[in-house]
């Protein structure tokens, strides 16, 4: 089965940039989707097909792709950027949604 | 606005089966390239994806569930039922669904997820 691979945490100062990790074999083929979830809540889709960003999401929120990583970008980041962020694909070989086991944000 | 709502019982005892139903509006499980996901997140865990269904439905379900998953939809009532059976303690999480969109043969990402419900399996 199709493994994505996170850190658990990450920690960044206010009004620096936060890059968060998802590694996969050839993920750079594949469309990567990533969620915000903040504590009690619902996840909240902030980028979808790699790089765009659903309405209402600031374009502090950034994604890339390619060969065995995809990375989620914060420029800016605030205390309210503080929350887990879940990467997820569409593995078509095994037809299963696949997420990755999640990062923690932390704002310094 | 397209808005999903799980519902289901709270608290389930080991052995027994659990029934979950999203129901939502905003959206139409008979358009084309309509789908609705179940999703479980343990507490203090991560998410996992359970199962899928299509507007065509066609259905899909994580491997290691798979024997005691069904997914079902009623388009006339805008839901979408999980069937959960043998339930044990390790099944307490909270259960979401999510809209998602099928294109080019491949799923979105979910752009609409419900609140949750919290299921417990305890004795």
């Known amino acids: 089965s199709y493994v994505l691979t996170q850190p658990p945490s990450v920690s960044v100062a206010p009004g620096q940039t936060a890059r968060i990790t998802c590694g996969g074999s050839?993920?750079?083929?594949?469309?990567v989707h990533w969620y915000q979830q903040k504590p009690g809540q619902a996840p909240v889709l902030v980028v979808y097909?790699?790089?765009d960003r659903p309405s209402g999401i600031p374009e502090r929120f950034s994604g890339s792709n390619s060969g065995n990583t995809a990375t989620l970008t914060i420029s800016r980041v605030e205390a309210g950027d503080e929350a887990g962020y879940y990467c997820q694909v569409w593995d078509s070989s095994s037809d299963h949604v696949v997420f990755g086991g999640g990062t923690k944000l932390t704002v310094l | 606005q397209v808005t999903l709502r799980e519902s289901g019982p709270a608290l389930v005892k080991p052995t027994q089966t659990l029934t979950l139903t999203c129901t939502f509006s905003?959206?139409?499980?008979?358009?084309?390239?309509?789908?609705v996901s179940w999703i479980r997140q343990p507490p203090g865990k991560a998410l996992e994806w359970l199962a899928v269904?299509?507007?065509?439905?066609?259905?899909y379900y994580s491997t290691s569930l798979k024997t005691r998953l069904t997914i079902s939809k009623d388009t006339s009532k805008n839901q979408v039922v999980l069937t959960m059976t043998n339930m044990d303690p390790v099944d307490t999480a909270t259960y979401y669904c999510a809209r998602q969109r099928l294109y080019s043969g491949r799923y979105s990402g979910m752009d609409c997820w419900g609140q949750g419900t919290l299921v417990t399996v305890s004795s």
């Open positions: 050839n993920i750079g083929r594949k469309s």
């Open positions: 097909d790699d790089s």
């Open positions: 269904i299509d507007w065509d439905d066609d259905k």
């Open positions: 905003g959206f139409s499980l008979s358009t084309s390239g309509m789908c």
